[in-house]
Nanobody
Framework: QVHLVESGGGLVQTGGSLRVSCAVS????????MDWYRQGPGNQREFVAA???????NYADSVKGRFTISRDNAKNTVYLHMNSLKVEDTAVYSC?????????WGRGTQVTVSS
């Protein structure tokens, strides 16, 4: 079992920056990768970024160059650093952990970008 809790969401103006966090607990050694997904109002859930156990990262084209995924193994936390935010980045951001053939999801944190 893996438990995920996101935090750090909030209201930010266009062009601003925000960092959201995902605290990980449980069977951490079984995790093979961590992702961030988001779901904006009226939109389907979409992939944002991923970081593998080995450190390789991957990003959606829509956030490439603006968002950075990172992790702090000592704190069992994964971060999503978001710069140059746009109104269309408004969404609930959720982290996902892959472990032993299944995905564990957090409840998400709301990020709202105002114009």
């Amino acid at each position: 079992q893996v438990h995920l809790v996101e935090s750090g969401g909030g209201l930010v103006q266009t062009g601003g920056s925000l960092r959201v966090s995902c605290a990980v607990s449980g069977d951490i050694s079984s995790i093979t990768g961590m992702d961030w997904y988001r779901q904006g109002p009226g939109n389907q859930r979409e992939f944002v970024a991923a970081i593998a156990v080995g450190g390789n990262t991957n990003y959606a084209d829509s956030v490439k160059g603006r968002f950075t995924i990172s992790r702090d193994n000592a704190k069992n936390t994964v971060y999503l650093h978001m710069n140059s935010l746009k109104v269309e980045d408004t969404a609930v951001y959720s982290c996902v952990a892959g472990s032993e053939g299944r995905d564990y999801w957090g409840r998400g944190t709301q990020v709202t970008v105002s114009s």
